[in-house]
């Protein structure tokens, strides 16, 4: 796991808290936001994610 998919997943969670927060408080603008953090975390993850197969399929391609 490498450092992009652990701060994505983090403000994936943090989004879902602010995101909750507001519902419980009915603050909109903290759950736009809490909205908008989750999709930040979501495409970090995602970049991540590819970082980390591009990374294994070169250790496969080495050990050919």
């Known amino acids: ?3 992009n998919q652990v701060k994505g ?3 994936d969670v943090a989004g879902k808290v602010q ?4 519902k419980l408080t009915g603050n909109t603008s903290q759950q736009v936001k809490g909205t908008a953090k989750q999709v930040e975390g979501k ?3 995602g970049a991540g994610d590819v970082q ?3 990374q294994d399929a070169d250790k496969r391609n ?3």
């Open 1 to 3: 796991m490498n450092r």
């Open 9 to 11: 997943t983090a403000k």
């Open 19 to 22: 995101e909750t927060a507001g």
């Open 43 to 45: 495409v970090q993850k």
């Open 52 to 54: 980390q197969a591009a």
């Open 62 to 64: 080495r050990k050919l």
